[in-house]
């Protein structure tokens, strides 16, 4: 699991600042469809929520540093 996790870490600070906007906007709508999914009890695993929503925290922390970089330069 590590591995994955270092994986994704390299993958995200690879992106631009645009390409992570992006890649929110995708989390956050697959964060959305897991919700009406585990609403309806179509969900078979409830800790892809858990997996997404730290993904998306990932995300938002490296566009958070990304652009206060970008306004120093």
Not at 21 to 32: A, G, S
Not at 36 to 57: N, P, Y
Request: hydrophobic letters at 45%.
């Amino acid at each position: 699991m590590a591995h994955r996790i270092s994986k994704q870490k390299k993958e995200i600070a690879g992106l631009g600042i645009k390409d992570l906007r992006v890649k929110v906007r995708e989390l956050e709508d697959h964060i959305f469809q897991l919700r009406m999914q585990f609403k309806t009890g179509q969900l078979a695993s409830t800790a892809v929520m858990g997996l997404a929503r730290k993904e998306l925290a990932r995300v938002k922390s490296a566009l958070s540093v990304k652009a206060s970089s970008a306004k120093r330069a």
